[in-house]
């Protein structure tokens, strides 16, 4: 196997105790900090040169965010790193019962193309975090950001310890037949099966972050402006290339006639009369991907956009109008600036809908009444949820972020990352003497030893309290 020595020289590192030490955490951590300060304009470049991605997109989410996740680490990682006391039975009251938070040890991360920096960057903040020896493989697709993430990177860390892997699908075939201590994937759900079922082949636990669509229910009581904006926002930032993007509107067929004007609107407001002049929209990141976008635009009827360029990888932002279940746009993520409205009759049925499909990896749902939107989140499941906005939950560090069911499996972000890449190690450290208090245990057996044993081992459910 071409990468058994690579996976083989880090998981020396890793043995010999290097990644550990807190000290070593921190300075890993804060070179990545001088990563992103240093690069900042390389990053820029490289991600416009993809995609189009317009520098204030790639500013926020390609680098903002990632210093967030990297100081929000570095303030609480002496306190994560800690062990962590619990409670114990009367037989162990003098003994020592703790959480120990071990590494895996030598862990992949394979990124994405649609953020190609953040993607990569946030998982191995956690891991590095967690103190593990990490291999890195950045999307082949995304062929500027590779070539920064692999001569770059490797420039700031320590090279025994991390290692960046540039490889298409064969390579990255081969490199999966490796035993990795953990595999944290971000993709799409046909890859994240290839993934696992690798990955079950040495037992390897794994995060799968990977995508599906997502609603977006609109009430007939709300802000029809700010729903438009918000809802525009979220689906055509970085030309709608992103996992958790509102993928389909669920509104009333009136609903859908306020909106329409009011997206148009917002689309110009953000973009201009010609959205393919504005600096501020993307391109689709490669011919592939662009004519299996541009093939759904057949469904329902083009209410706004619809433009395509072809050379320039161009899609107009666009709002698809009385789209049906059985038309091509809801048969699969799109992934592009492609917006469907689907007309339902109420909120009921937009929420069987919802449960009718595979669990998204976020749902929106938008009203003035605070009910409503606690309708949507009591009777739905999805990894993450968003009332009367689109995208903002990724922003906290505090939230979990991941999906359910088809929408993956895990979760990161903030101490969330930390804990994904840690193995919890239940400890139990026993007094050497005091020998007459383990008698209750050993043969031979009585029912008054029985008794006894019940006693102090015994957990008792907490009476109820009534407040008179």
Known sequence: NPYAGLVSHLRAAWLSGKTRPMEYRVAQLEALGRFLDEKKQDILEATAADMGKPSFEAYFTEILLCKNEL????????????????????VTQLDCAFIRKDPYGVVLIIAPWNYPIHLFLVPLIGAIAAGNCVVVKPSETTKNSERLIAEMLTCYLDNDCFAVVTAGVQETTRLLENKFDYIFFTGIPSVGRIVMTAAAKHLTPVTLELGGKNPCYVSDTCDVQNVARRVAWGRFFNAG???????????????????????????????????????????????????RIRALL???????????????????????????????????EIFG?????????????????????????????????????????????????????????VTLTSL???????????????????????????????????????????????????GLLTATFEIKRKGMCTLL
């Open 298 to 332: 057949c469904s329902g009827r083009v209410a706004i956009g619809g433009q395509t360029d072809e050379k320039e990888r161009y899609i107009a932002p666009t709002v698809l109008a009385d789209v049906l279940p059985s038309d091509p746009a809801m048969q699969e």
């Open 241 to 291: 290339q992103t996992c958790i993007a509102p993928d389909y509107v669920l509104c009333t067929v009136e609903m859908q006639e306020k909106l329409m004007p009011a997206l148009r609107e917002a689309i110009t407001e953000f973009f201009g009369s010609n959205p393919r002049e504005s600096p501020d929209f993307g391109r689709i990141v490669g011919d592939k991907q662009f004519r």
């Open 337 to 393: 600036p492609i917006l469907p409205i689907v007309v339902v009759a109420n909120m009921d049925e937009a929420i069987d809908f919802i449960n009718a499909r595979p669990r998204p990896l976020a749902i929106y749902a938008f009203s003035c009444d605070s009910k409503v939107v606690n309708q949507v989140l009591e009777r739905t499941s999805s990894g993450g949820f968003c009332g009367n906005d689109t995208l903002m939950h």
């Open 400 to 450: 979990p972020f991941g999906g359910i069911g088809n929408s993956g499996l895990g979760k990161y972000h903030g101490k969330f990352t930390f804990d994904t890449f840690t193995h919890h190690r239940g400890c139990l450290h026993r007094n050497m003497g005091l020998e007459a208090l383990n008698a209750l245990r050993y043969p031979p057996y009585s029912q008054q030893k029985l």
């Open 71 to 90: 100081n929000s680490t570095l303030n609480n990682l002496c306190h994560w790193m800690k062990d962590e006391h619990v409670d114990k039975n009367l």
